[in-house]
């Protein structure tokens, strides 16, 4: 099951449990089996949804740069015969930007809005006692883990709980919803945790950890992690041999037919002297020896864990078949499942080259990206649409079917994509006309063929033109010092991957945080984009540029 493309509304409310978007920054130790492991948890957060309540008030928070919003609960809707709710509802939020001015119209005009409120633990505790990542959010809250409340629950609350608006948009309109920078969890899943009412029962693709005393935890890993930390339970299994496994990349050379026309490479003479390793698009180090680090090497790595998560989908649904059928789980090994997912690397990618060819019209390049949206769409296909079985691994000609499946599915899909970005460009772009005199065309094909460096932008001709202000880096002895230096520390290595000046990031800065000074910044919030941002980028260098020269625009 995965997460919507739009955040979906509740249409009654209610209340659940769900976890931080963000792992934890230090590790938690957590029961595995007779023992223990050290990992990196999402801790729980409680989501409280309205469909519909009136603002009382926005005003300046006593504490910080935010806003301290009340809402009145006399305004919520309440089943027939049922009182009024009468305790306050509040929650902070940013100032300025959308989130402000959709709350101040909503109280100037009366008009109710649907809200959430993500409920999460503090850093420390009112005593000065860090919190630790593993504490139940229930327990947090003053509830017992059946979530009945206590007597000592508003102060309990109190003490360990922030809370803060995640969510909100007009009552009427479900098509317009603003999410919040500050919200921990991520609301576009929140449709997969809206079961998990007390924390009790987790989404799928979540496990609860459970600490080291046998108590349940405050927080959930990923299932493949679970399963990477545990190995796949051992019973009834099937045992592949070398040659089993194999005759998965035999058979899609036999159903698909090997890729021809490959594009020409060229490898330099094999040395025995000091190599240099390559760019990541060089499929060579200087040496003549395969670059570890190019894209086609990394293309392969992706592709094989595309195959591992599959094949612990498989066991794992396997395992639920079993138990619904009250039959012994013919479950893979550990072994079996690294074996196999490593035998179907090369299948797999061959899938992932036919894809690409029949997307771009040319023969297959692992170095394009074309080849890495190829790999997603299979990922997807493996994944989701055609989904792998036990049955299907242990079967020599089931796992043929399967093989040519995902890729007339992969294909199906790789060209609905193309066909629903064509239907969008047609709506938004101006047609270039014939004999195009402007010499229009020319400059684009120029645009695309050599992309604007955003280290060597040249001067505007304009004069007047105002630049966008630089981020101060420097570091001093004043009270925001430390947050500067942090939020400094955190960008500079982006900054020097990408190839990029300061001043260039800084209006990207100003539109994701309303602000360009590295004063005023929250660094969990920068760190968090860093480390997106980070993943790739040449993209966030093409980011910036598109949004410092639309700033320049404005300016002039």
Known sequence: MTAPAAFERKTTGGSFVAYEARPSRATVEIKVGDGTEQVFVHPEVFIQEYPSIKVLSVAASERGNGLYVQFDPASVPVGEGKQPLTRAIAASTVAGGEIEAALRRA?????????????????????????????????????????????????????????????????DRADINLISSEARSNPLDWPLHRSNRVGKTPAQGWVRITRPDGTPGGAAIPREMWREL???????????????????????????????????????????????????????????????GSYAVSGL???????????????????????????????????????????????????????QTAMTGKPANRINGSSATAAKIIRQVVLQDVPLTVAVVNDPQLRAHWLTEVGEVGRVL???????????????????????????????????????????????????????PTPNFSVGDNAVSSIRDRNHQALQPLLEAAGMQPEHAAPLLAEQFGTADLDQVDPELLAGRVQTWGQEPARFRDMAQHVYTKAQQRAS
């Open 107 to 171: 109280q100037e005009t009366g008009r109710p809005v649907y809200l959430a409120v993500e409920r999460r633990r503090k850093y420390k505790s009112a005593d000065g006692k860090v919190i630790s990542y593993d504490e139940p959010i229930m327990a947090l809250r003053g509830f017992t883990e059946d979530g009945e409340s206590t007597d000592a629950a508003q102060g309990v609350s109190k003490a360990n709980i922030s809370k803060v608006l995640a969510l909100v948009g007009p009552a």
């Open 230 to 292: 545990s190995g796949a339970a051992t019973g009834g299994t099937a045992q592949l041999d070398d040659a089993a496994v194999s005759r998965i990349a035999d058979a899609v050379a036999v159903r698909m037919g090997a890729a021809n026309d490959n594009p020409t490479i060229s490898r330099p003479p094999q040395r025995t002297s000091r190599s240099a390793e390559g760019k990541r698009w060089d499929l060579y180090n200087s040496d003549g020896r395969v670059n570890p």
């Open 301 to 355: 790595l992706a592709i094989r864990d595309t195959a591992l998560t599959a094949l612990g989908e498989a066991c794992f649904t396997e395992q639920a078949d079993a138990d619904s059928a009250g039959r012994t789980p013919n479950l893979l090994t550990r072994d079996q499942i690294s074996t196999t997912a490593t035998a179907m690397m090369g299948p797999l990618s061959e899938i992932v080259d036919q894809v």
């Open 414 to 468: 790789a060209a609905a994509v193309l066909a629903a970005t064509e239907s969008y460009l047609d709506e938004v772009s101006e047609p270039t006309p014939i004999n195009d005199a402007s010499g229009r065309a020319h400059r684009q094909v120029d645009r695309q063929n050599d992309p604007v460096d955003p280290r060597g932008a040249a001067s505007p001709a304009n004069s007047n033109v105002q630049r966008p």
